[in-house]
């Protein structure tokens, strides 16, 4: 119990001093996209990267490759590839993403894993590592930070997740993130999902999603958020250890940004 | 003094000796009552009075669904196709519905759309049919007064007569009104401002229906004909699915979006053909030239009144003529339709195109409309779809053929579809296509999604589709809504919707973006209390007002936080509290209402008595609250309050049997604490009777 305490306070403490610059980094996953990100406390592959504590749930490896297009511009895209290899008690997650063009440019790398602390409990932490270059006489900058979250059943079918990302915040000039959501399982091939997302210097986004599997193979997603506000659907297919995703985000001022993941299960 | 304690005395003893006893009337959803209101509050032009009076007529006249009949249960017009055969094939096999929580386990119903049903539905198990046709008449006789100490076109006498008449397949019905103001005289009208009739014959075989006299259509999605379109505005309704198509007979007092001819309905629900033609005269904004020749029209005047003189010169100015044809045909799960219309003006319309809100405005005399619709699912999901275009005429028409136009450019630069574009068809810009999807993928949720294109130029005069603004055009949007039941007893809803007005519009000279989004919780531990929490907000750019030049856009955002507290503490005593408040930014304006409905029936006499005093306090008109009231028989009333305000009314119900009941209202509007501010009051008087 003593531990537990200490971890929240750990977590709650960050989250009170997060301050500055804007969200930096795109996030990964057409699944996640397909329910507008929502997925703080969601068991899945490229959930992992949203909150680490869910490493601690991936039933087997897996290896997946992202690409996402950001208001259909190429120039604006985000090429990603991540792998979880689900060793016991601690598995090990790696990722690593492309954002830009030749001219601007940020890799983004992070190595994380995560633990079970008790049958309801999980904590994850991964460290990152990003680099961000620029043609001409730009500077080229480089940051290492790291991020954590943690995840709890309450019932069996709800789970609820915090994650906390960067907070090295008064020590670099990357921004800082809180999320906070819940899972909640309604039944089997169903769940609702709700998260609160807070960036610094950024308004507070609310998030929910919807997952229907109408099929044994095909998988319905939707979502919506709030800041910036935007409509998000999304398709799932599986078939045997392969499992491809698309999502979209609609804004009614920027347009669609839309995003494919492939991803191979080791079972 | 003592006379004073002993009649409260005797009051209240009177009440505890006639409370125990029975009866809970139904009263219209609680969401659809917040939603009215809301709906008034942010838009300027809506006026849900024909939709609101077609859902008061059915409550004078409940549909037995336990007859199995789809005709009877179709009456329930926001039902759609899909679940009128589902609840009619559930009754044929299983027998009557007993109560309402079995409907709201069938495939394509859920307790949202259950609770909106509820009271316009009867469970009474059916009698055996017996061979005499029966008859039955209803007549309907309203007169309502306002006073106040100014003087105003809206004080005066509304005096409503509604008449309908059934005898086997025949019926007939009748609506005669006169707003306050308007003169009651036979001197080249028929008394009354505004009359309406139909014959209707309903038969068994392959001739389906046929109306003459004035009616109203439903089709499709509505992207053509719904009578019904402000529905389309209710965010968080049980479903974005327009109602079954249908042509019906009009029994509105709304005086011009109606049709007066003869309407011809072949064949079912999965095959049929639907032909109409029309030819009414509604009210319009004229243009004359220097020796008062009529030249065009500028714009459709709505609202009925005719009191002053601009109102008297627009009425019936206009001969709207249109004929319409709708095909059908389908299977149990596929279900499809292609709708045309054709519609001719006695006048022009000449927009007024140094406005350029106006440039994409409809002008000439001619209108063709064409859509195709598509509905398909199975029960836990449902698919529907229409696509539509509606063709201007040029200024080439019969009446406005030799006419130049004075305001046409000659530039050149006039965009496609405008006046000045002689002979062309636009297409690219006349056209409009809505979709959506109502999923079911559990018992405990219910999903709706819906997208939807208008283009500017797309006009049609009748339409009803879903959208957030007025008209028929101009708007681009995505909402959808969830309807969860989190926990036992606890329901909740949430709803958004992101829309782009590509055009510039009344208030907006550039293209501008808007979006709602509305969250309601419902805690309904039984079925005698209720606690209700509901948060919208509704966001929409307008151009600054101060500034001068280019204008700048800013975005004005209205948040409305309401409360509801209703309970039943006894059988027949309702207790309602209520406590709203809005939030209008970058204003800063606020208001609040404080609101206790009482409703009381007895059992010794058959007496009804509704009660409400309200308290509102708000920082200006923006900010202003609506409380819906319990109203006389075939009306509804949603009085709007702002500044410093009270509102009360006392209204009672004479039900003598089931042949005759009378009703009463009293009510006030104190707004003496504002400057300029009033003592508003109103009586209303009605009788019904059934024979």
Known sequence: MLRWNAVLLLLFCHAAGLNAGEPLFVPHGAGAMGMAFSVTATPGHWNCFHNQALLATVPSSGFSVGLENR????????????????????????????????????????????????????????????????????????????????????PPALTVGVHLFNPLAPMNTLPSSIDAGLNWTQSEGLFLTLTGSKASNEPLSVQCGISWDVMQRLTLRTGYMSSPSAFAFGIGFKSGSLQADTGFLLNSMTGVTSSVSITWLIK | MENQISFRITFAILLMVLIPCHLLCQEESIALRESVE?????????????????????????????????????????????????????????????????????????????????????????????????????????????????????????????????????????????????????????????????????????????????????????????????????????????????????????????FRGISLTFGNMNTGVILFASSNRIDARIQFTDDSTATGVSNLVRGGIHITESQLEARNSLTETVTGLRLIAGAEKVRGGVTASATWFSLPFIPDLTEPENLHAFAGDRLLNLAADIRAGTGSVLFFAEAGIGLASPLTGSAGGDLSDPQADTTGTDPPGSVSTVGEMNISDSWAATAGLRAKPSGRVTFNILTRHYSPGYHAFHSGAFRAGSGSGNETGVAASLHIEAARHLFITAAADHYRIPWPRYRSSSPSYGSRIEIKGEYQPGDDILLRLAWTSSSREYDAATETGTARSVTHTRQHLGFVFDICPAGTLRLTTRASASIITPSGEKGYLLCQDFSCSFRAIPLKLWFRYALCSTGGWDSRLYAWENDLLSSFSVPSLSGEMTRSYIMLSWKHNDHIEVRLKYGFTDGTNNPGGTFRQEVKGQVRIGF
């Open chain 2, 38 to 258: 809301e709906i008034l509050a942010l838009s300027e032009d809506a006026d849900p009075a024909a939709m609101l009076e077609e859902m008061e007529g059915l409550k004078e006249s409940p549909v037995s669904i336990n007859t199995g009949d789809e005709k009877e249960i179709s009456r329930l017009f926001f039902l759609s196709e899909f679940q009128v055969i589902v609840l009619a094939d559930h009754i044929r096999k299983n027998g009557s519905v007993v109560t309402l929580y079995e409907l709201a386990l069938l495939p394509a119903f859920d307790r949202n759309t259950v609770l909106l049903m509820a009271p316009y539905i009867s469970l009474e198990p059916v009698a055996p049919k017996g061979g005499k046709s029966y008859s039955r008449t209803l007549v309907t006789m309203t007169a309502s007064a306002r006073f106040s100490g100014n003087e105003n076109g809206t004080e005066g006498l509304r005096s409503l007569l509604k008449m309908k008449h059934e005898q086997g397949s025949f019926s007939f019905g009748l609506t005669a009104e006169n707003d306050p103001g308007e003169l009651f005289t036979l001197k080249n009208g028929p008394g009354t401002d505004f009359l309406s009739g139909y014959i209707e014959y309903e038969g068994k075989g392959f001739i389906n229906r046929i109306i003459a006299g004035d009616f109203a259509v439903r089709a499709g999605e509505g992207l053509l004909f719904n009578s019904s379109q402000w529905l389309g505005s209710w965010l968080s309704s049980p479903s974005f699915m327009s109602g079954r198509s249908t042509v019906a007979p009009y029994t509105s007092t709304e005086e011009n979006s109606y």
């Open chain 1, 71 to 154: 208001f259909m511009i190429p120039a604006l895209s985000s090429k990603a590839v991540s792998g979880i290899l689900a060793c016991r008690p601690a598995p090990l997650a790696l990722v690593a993403t492309h954002y830009g063009n030749a001219d601007y440019f940020r890799i983004f790398t992070g190595l994380g894993s995560a633990v079970k602390i008790s049958n309801s409990i999980s904590l994850g932490v991964q460290v990152d590592y990003i680099s961000e270059r620029g043609a001409g006489e730009y500077r080229d900058v480089s940051h290492v930070t790291f991020e954590t979250g943690v995840t709890c059943l309450i």
